[in-house]
């Protein structure tokens, strides 16, 4: 469930899937991501990636065993996709490249699905590998497969395997995740910010020719470095 960029790896697991016929003999794939008619799609890489997933459909012959659908904007409707997937004892995939925190990996969590997600950002350090979840490396695709694969051949001979990892993932997100938390600690760091406020003696001038200086001697020249995107030639 994620936009339909490149970053995301939509594509990348699929392809990884349909590669793996030991685990598309023990599981179906569904895909919640961007849209299924390219002609939807005003956006150039979101179209290539739309493209390739139906080039993948019908160059592994998915059909019966994938399942494609429209990206939900409708956050009920989300949450009932994740409990759905859960009630079947499936699991979550997150492959992206890289992912700055993971919502969608929280979400699965707290849902109790068996989250695989990549190691690759803050999923790494929401996960506890083997004990609430599995990390997985997007540029290692038949890895990745094969430690779904060993998940759903023990779910098959030990059905309390998926709740063990189930109950992994719950509890972990009791234990960082909860708003409860996060309130906690954005009063906190709401408190460290108004002390430094008090006790600081840089007026607003200060701060701002401080901020100009480092613009100046730092930034300034390395956003010079950073070659401007042009489109290919036609």
Known sequence: MARLDRVK????????YAKNSKLRELVNLVVVAG??????SSDREEIEEIEKMHDLMKQYNLNGEFRWITAQTNRARNGELYRYIADTKGAFVQPAFYEAFGLTVVEAMTCGLPTFATNHGGPAEIIEHGVSGFHIDPYHPDQASELLVDFFQRCKEDPNHWNKVSDGGLQRIYERYTWKIYSE??????????FWKYVSKLERRETRRYLEM????????????VPIAKDDAN
């Open 35 to 40: 849209y299924i008619d390219v002609k939807k």
């Open 9 to 16: 790896n939509i594509t990348g697991l699929v392809e990884s």
């Open 185 to 194: 600690r954005l009063m906190t760091l709401a408190g460290v910010y108004s």
């Open 214 to 225: 480092f613009y100046i001697l730092k930034f300034r020249d390395l956003a010079n470095s």
